[in-house]
């Protein structure tokens, strides 16, 4: 990445580990324990590396799959690299026996694996900048042992790499569409089908993509009998109402909850990095002196719960292929209903900083931030044991700029973000609700079945 960037992210993170102070460490009641207590360390460089990672989603762009691969990598290769050094957890792949109590080499085996794991991740991005950022931070009094880290961290990295170098990611199988009432087809002539072959990446710990897949749309087994009902006319009439670019049945803290919650533009942290975002301040919140060890934990199971929530909620959208709320309003001459009337100049009120109206370029059943926001709120309740954590978020929406919304709990947030894309215009009530509860079951089976 740029210099500027990595200047940033530095400046960022040593900004917060010396506001946190010197991390302690848990350890057992006595005192061979805390003869055995690990050293202190300043700047914890899981933030500091989930940091970078928002950086580099800015640079990178794109849709979410590709975006929490490479989250999901950096995440579990930081915690095999702890968990190797602590020794007291289950790896998710690699558990390095020789790295145990190595602690004079934690910060530079993170370095090293998250290096290499997020150039792999993301190519054409460089992370040189931010490499040599981090191994000039502060240790805490630690005995630097860097090239043992280095080992370690490429040991590790390199298994994550091998692990997903053949998972699917790579596709580019054509997408083949269905031209007929119902199906979706771009809303901008031309885009391309973003993520069509998300749903068939090897996940990181379900069993399949499907595993979760929700019921038909309104439980209609037809194309045609789901358009020709009353229950999707209700909803092609509400976000009509509600979504449209100069909608007045639309209140204004509507606008800003789509805005806040939208991150859809390149540049941006997008939708995945929203939550990373969320979860680093709610665990700063809560847990301000956890250790790097406890820190890589959650970041793991929460990038393996957002990577694998957006592979399950992308095989959802090309296995039912419904057409988006904009397309659906505009044709809606050609459903099987007269209860719905087409309006083909309808805007959604999702917009680029310029002014550009567009929805985004896949299927709309699920919401994609939708399943992602209850993935999160899931994985945290399930970490936390409670769902009553109040907490203040941010954004990096472009029409958001130094906006902040206050929730008083988890599930509170996820259901915002999710009524946030119908007040934007680009998806349907049903879309969110299946969502939703898609991604609580990922979140679910996910904390149930890895690291334990």
């Not at 690990?38 to 914890?44: N, S």
């Not at 957890?89 to 145990?100: F, N, Q, S, V």
């Not at 929530?309 to 809606?332: D, M």
């Not at 370029?361 to 919401?367: D, H, I, L, R």
């Amino acid at each position: 990445m740029s210099r500027s960037i990595a200047r940033r992210t530095a400046v960022k993170t040593l900004a917060v580990g010396l506001a946190v102070g010197a991390l302690a460490t848990v350890a057992p009641a006595g005192a061979a324990a805390e003869e055995s207590r690990p050293p202190q360390q300043r700047v914890d460089r899981v933030y500091y590396w989930n940091d970078v990672l928002l950086d580099a989603y800015r640079e990178f762009g794109g849709t979410p799959g590709p975006l929490t691969r490479g989250g999901a990598m950096l995440n579990t290769a930081m915690y095999d690299v702890a968990n190797s050094i602590y020794g007291t957890g289950k790896p998710y792949l690699t558990k390095a026996p020789e790295a145990y109590k190595a602690y004079g080499s934690l910060n530079s085996g993170l370095d090293y694996a998250a290096h290499r794991t997020l150039t792999n991740a993301f190519p054409g991005v460089n992370f040189d900048d931010e490499l040599a950022t981090a191994l000039a931070l502060p240790d805490g009094g630690n005995i630097v042992d860097r090239s043992f880290g280095k080992s370690l961290g490429t040991k590790v990295a390199d298994a994550i790499i091998a692990a997903r170098t053949n998972d699917g990611s790579a596709d580019t199988t054509p997408y083949v569409g269905i031209d007929a009432p119902g199906y979706w087809r771009p809303t901008t002539p031309g885009a391309s089908a973003g993520g069509a072959n998300w749903g068939k990446v090897k996940p990181w710990s379900l069993q399949s993509g499907s595993q979760f897949r929700p019921g038909v749309p309104l439980g209609f087994s037809s194309m045609q009998d789901l358009l020709a009902s009353d229950e999707y006319a209700a909803q092609v009439n509400e976000i009509k109402a509600i979504g449209g670019a100069t909608s007045t049945a639309r209140t204004a803290d509507q606008t800003q909850i789509a805005r806040f919650w939208a991150n859809d533009v390149d540049g941006t942290y997008k939708p995945v990095g929203q939550q990373y975002e969320h979860t680093m301040i709610i665990q700063k919140k809560l847990r301000p002196t956890a250790t790097s060890y406890e820190n890589s934990k959650l970041m793991a199971l929460m990038s393996i719960t957002l990577a694998d929530a957006a592979i399950a909620v992308w095989e959802s959208k090309y296995h039912t292929n419904l057409w988006r709320p904009e397309t659906a309003i505009k044709l809606g001459d050609t459903d099987y209903t007269d209860k719905t009337v087409a309006d083909p100049d309808w805007k959604p009120l999702s917009s680029t900083p310029a002014g550009v109206h567009f929805s985004p370029s896949f299927p709309t059943y699920a919401s994609g931030h939708s399943g992602i926001a209850g993935a999160w709120a899931g994985l945290l309740q399930n970490y936390y044991g409670r769902d009553d954590i109040s907490f203040t978020g941010t954004t990096d929406d472009p029409q958001a700029v130094g906006v902040t919304r206050s929730f008083a709990s988890l599930s509170a947030a996820a259901q915002e973000k999710a009524d946030s894309r119908m007040y934007a215009g680009v998806h349907f009530r049903m879309d969110n609700d299946v969502a939703l509860t898609q991604g609580y079951q990922v979140a679910d089976y996910v904390f149930a079945n890895t690291l334990r």
